[in-house]
């Protein structure tokens, strides 16, 4: 079959639930208005309250959304075949994750931007408050930890890459001064130049190769796995203190253009190559026994493929950064839904990347040779890809090589351009690593909030102010230390198990939440199905999955297995006790005639005054 059906199925399913699902959901559903002055202006404090750009923020959320899922996911889940993941992608993309990601992103600038916890106290109750706010906090340290290791294994002893991603920090600051202090306002150029200056710092990073002009300095952006374990969370403690539009949003929103400009790229290749898709359907693998992934289709490819359907890790950023920095309520709309189709979009591009290699050589650069000896399977094209990549992709399991090597095989195969092959691997690695690092530095910020306001709540009331700086210093240094531990004591093996069910009990969470709002403020009660049918699916899906991770666990006999087996444990029952609290209060709400509205009238003023400015058509 070729490939180019998936993109044209997938990009027509995608406009036709923007036209007309995710209307109908801010027509019908959340009644969006833009008579509602956002919490971006009436808590404008310059640093976390920010007013910004439509696109510029749709930048910065979506490279904050888009981390390793839908890179990673998708090539591994490609084991099952090329079918059960892009059907789930599609579905789950539409029905799930873009619904989960816009009604947060809804609540919470209602809340005036206040973080998934505080929403689930005042909508649902104590409890869940108390439940949302362990389960986040011991969720999204696993998960940056899980990003970041990712990242690491992409970067280290690869200093073209380390230098690219370095340089976007300086172009990143120089823009966000120019476009939010020089010269506020100036979109336009601003993105000319910082996208030039992006394209600049990628193509330059050849020139510390050896052989090369800037050689000498190779040895500085030639780091270690440890030095990076120790690099990354300096650096997510700095994008967590800044002021958001100096380093946060115009890093990101340039990030984004490299992101959406490859992913267009890519499916331009697609359409010009036409490559042929060799994997089946499904594979034997259906059932379980798999050389990636051992457990069945159902439920391990509706974990695998994580954030490119569906993930609880947006809701941290459509109730963190976001909500802070909308203009408009009617905004929320492409923003927070049409990014998470976005990301399908790009779930799908990594899919057909995988797929369109032939099976015995998509298995062995997934698998060790000690495992892929077993399988039987001929390698067609193998050592000659690593020939023209320029080192041995045998054995490198984890996707992101697969990825990388897949892309590269497209582009490269355009006419006159087979003898760039190398050039292009490489750029698709910066490409991932680029892609997950913007996540990191956004999750961390998120991550900040919801420490903030844990322990302001519940133990020293200042710490709950997002401008007190001792307040930002101290959460944000815990934050930083907390994930860079599990990275730098930790590796793929003990982090991504874990990471894959915990982010999606997340979501289970933040669908609960939604429901509730939904029975609240709907005039129609049947509209509460949107995201309770997602719920209930996605309920049985991941808290199976959680149990048989848990088993695996348990059975390892160590330290590090007891430790995985018991925080999964604790996880699922706070979802569990979440889920039961969430529907006590929906059997309430059903008895009730009419909305009710959600209970925002006692949420705590803005710290820097109750004046409203005056925003500009």
């Known amino acids: 079959m070729n490939s180019v059906m998936l993109l044209i199925v997938a990009s027509c399913v995608f406009a036709l639930a923007y036209r007309y699902y995710s209307a109908f959901i801010a027509a019908k559903v959340l009644a969006l208005n833009d008579s509602n002055i956002t919490p971006a202006y009436t808590c404008n404090d310059g640093r976390e309250f920010v007013p910004t750009n439509k696109w510029v923020l749709f930048g910065h959320h979506f490279a904050a959304i888009a981390g390793a899922g839908p890179l990673v996911g998708p090539v591994l889940a490609a084991q099952y075949g090329w079918g059960p993941g892009f059907m789930w992608i599609l579905l789950g993309s539409v029905f799930a994750g873009a619904v989960h990601d816009f ?20 909508e649902v109750g104590p409890i869940t408050g108390v439940t949302t706010s362990l389960s986040i906090l011991f969720i999204i340290i696993v998960a940056l930890a899980g990003l970041a290791i ?4 992409a970067l280290f ?57 800037l050689a000498g300095l190779a ?8 030095q990076l374990s120790v690099a990354l969370p300096i650096y997510g403690f700095c994008a967590a203190v800044l002021p958001v539009w100096l380093l946060l949003a115009p890093r990101d929103y340039l990030s984004s253009y490299m992101k959406i400009g490859t992913v267009i790229a890519l499916a331009l290749g697609i359409l010009i190559v036409q490559p042929v898709v060799n994997m089946p359907f499904a594979t034997k693998f259906v059932d379980g026994g798999g050389p990636i992934i051992p457990g069945p289709v159902w439920p391990y490819v509706f974990i695998t493929i994580a954030c490119g359907a569906i993930s609880g890790f947006h809701s941290l950023i459509s109730s963190g950064t976001t909500p802070k920095m909308l203009e408009k309520e009617s905004q929320a709309r492409s923003i927070a839904y049409g990014g998470m189709l976005v ?26 040779p000690a495992v892929f000896a077993k399988l039987n399977m001929p390698i067609v094209e193998l050592k000659q890809l690593s020939a023209l990549v320029g080192m041995d992709i045998a054995g490198r399991p984890g996707g992101a090589v697969s990825l990388a090597v897949g892309m590269a095989h497209i ?10 092959m190398n050039y292009w691997y490489q750029f698709a690695i910066m490409f991932e690593a680029l892609f997950i690092l913007t996540t990191i530095d ?90 309770l049918a997602p719920l209930t699916f996605l309920t049985a899906t991941v808290i199976t999955a959680g149990i048989m991770n848990t088993n695996l666990f348990f059975k390892r006999g ?10 999964s444990v604790i996880l699922i029952i706070l979802v569990i006790v979440t889920l039961l609290d969430s529907i006590r209060k929906w059997l309430e709400l059903l008895k009730t005639d009419k909305p009710i509205g959600m209970n925002t009238s006692d949420d705590d003023i803005c710290p820097i005054g109750t004046d409203k400015p005056n925003i500009p058509s």
């Open 103 to 122: 009604i947060i992103l809804f609540a919470s600038v209602r809340h005036k931007g206040q973080s998934l916890a505080v929403v689930a106290r005042k």
């Open 150 to 153: 990712v990242v690491v294994n």
């Open 157 to 213: 002893k690869n200093p073209w890459g380390v230098y690219t991603i370095f340089m976007t920090i300086p172009i990143a600051i120089v823009i966000g001064l120019y476009m939010f202090k020089i010269a506020p306002g100036s979109i336009r150029s601003g993105s000319i130049v910082g996208f030039l200056l992006v394209l600049a710092a990628v193509f330059t990073g050849h020139w510390v190769a050896p052989g090369q002009p």
């Open 219 to 226: 040895d500085i952006f030639n780091l270690t796995k440890s």
């Open 343 to 368: 990301e399908g979009f790009v779930a799908v591009m990594a899919l057909i990347s995988a797929v369109v290699l032939m099976p015995g050589d998509y298995f062995a650069i997934n698998t060790s």
């Open 411 to 420: 582009f490269s195969s355009i006419g006159g351009m087979s003898h760039l």
């Open 442 to 531: 956004a999750g961390t910020r998120v991550a900040r909030y919801i420490l903030q306001d844990i322990i302001g709540t519940y133990a020293y009331a200042p710490l709950k102010r997002t401008n007190w700086w001792p307040g930002i210093l101290i959460t944000s240094a815990i934050v930083s230390f907390s994930w860079g531990y599990l990275l730098y004591s930790g590796d793929v093996a003990t982090i991504w198990p874990l990471f894959g069910v915990a982010n999606q009990l997340l979501a289970v969470v933040a669908l609960a939440i939604g429901t509730t709002i939904i029975l609240k403020i709907a005039e129609k009660k049947s509209y509460a199905l949107i995201t």
């Open 558 to 567: 160590d330290a590090l297995g007891t430790t995985n087996g018991t925080v």
